[in-house]
């Protein structure tokens, strides 16, 4: 089972009574953006936790491969976050490993450029090819990206992600397995990878 909230960083309400002393603590050195953002992100993870796994208070944290924020226990579920803009998404797999990427529909100087650089000669051949090519590069985009995060890999392995759109396949030399989501919600692309099967997909907006 896969879970998304999805949210605006000004509309969330921090739920303190499920986050610990440490992560208030570790908040409040932050500037305030980043303390909200911090918060919010956490406070929805908490959430998430306690409704579907009965969990009551956020569990403690660690920095993995590549800045990955994970759990020290390792048997509780696995979860990635992701921000763009105001908006904000944390997704948690209760059946193996998720990443997660979003991304605001904006303009962006010489995408076309940066797509040369970072996807396939395929995947620009499909791009070139859809009515809004700007809203294809980024559903692209996404879906290359939450599947660096699922492995817990840089952007410059980017090219290496190889996406199939009309095969719905996705393949990386660094991963063996990709399952994923895309979706877009109003002005917001949303793509989740996972390396086991998505039996149930939810997404909370």
Same mark, same amino acid.
């Given at each position: 089972?896969?879970?998304?909230?999805?949210?605006?960083?000004?509309?969330?309400?921090?739920?303190?009574?499920?986050?610990? =002393?440490?992560?208030?603590?570790?908040?409040?050195?932050?500037?305030?953006?980043?303390?909200?953002?911090?918060?919010?992100?956490?406070?929805?993870?908490?959430?998430?936790?306690?409704?579907?796994? %009965?969990?009551?208070?956020?569990?403690?944290?660690?920095?993995?491969?590549?800045?990955?924020?994970?759990?020290?226990?390792?048997?509780?579920?696995?979860?990635?976050?992701?921000?763009?803009?105001?908006?904000?998404?944390?997704?948690?797999?209760?059946?193996?490993?998720?990443?997660?990427?979003? =991304?605001?529909?904006?303009?962006?100087?010489?995408?076309?450029?940066?797509?040369?650089?970072?996807?396939?000669?395929? =995947?620009?051949?499909?791009?070139?090819?859809?009515?809004?090519?700007?809203?294809?590069?980024?559903?692209?985009?996404?879906?290359?990206?939450?599947?660096?995060?699922?492995?817990?890999?840089?952007?410059?392995?980017?090219?290496?992600?190889?996406?199939?759109?009309?095969?719905?396949?996705?393949?990386?030399?660094?991963?063996?397995?990709?399952?994923? %989501?895309?979706?877009?919600?109003?002005?917001?692309?949303?793509?989740?990878?996972?390396?086991?099967?998505?039996?149930?997909?939810?997404?909370?907006?």
């Amino acid at each position: 089972m896969l879970i998304v909230q999805l949210a605006n960083l000004n509309s969330v309400a921090i739920n303190y009574s499920l986050l610990s =002393e440490q992560i208030i603590n570790d908040a409040n050195k932050m500037n305030e953006r980043r303390k909200k953002q911090f918060l919010a992100c956490r406070s929805i993870l908490a959430s998430l936790l306690n409704q579907y796994c %009965q969990i009551e208070t956020l569990p403690t944290m660690i920095i993995g491969d590549n800045a990955r924020p994970c759990f020290l226990d390792s048997n509780l579920p696995d979860f990635n976050i992701s921000h763009s803009q105001d908006s904000v998404a944390v997704a948690i797999s209760l059946t193996g490993k998720v990443g997660l990427d979003i =991304e605001v529909a904006r303009p962006r100087k010489n995408y076309q450029k940066v797509a040369k650089n970072f996807f396939a000669d395929t =995947e620009c051949q499909w791009m070139r090819t859809q009515q809004d090519e700007l809203s294809a590069f980024w559903q692209l985009w996404t879906l290359k990206e939450s599947a660096l995060k699922l492995y817990a890999k840089g952007v410059w392995q980017m090219k290496s992600v190889k996406i199939d759109l009309a095969n719905k396949m996705i393949s990386a030399p660094f991963g063996g397995h990709f399952y994923y %989501q895309y979706q877009q919600v109003g002005d917001i692309h949303l793509a989740v990878n996972c390396d086991k099967p998505i039996t149930h997909f939810v997404l909370n907006t």
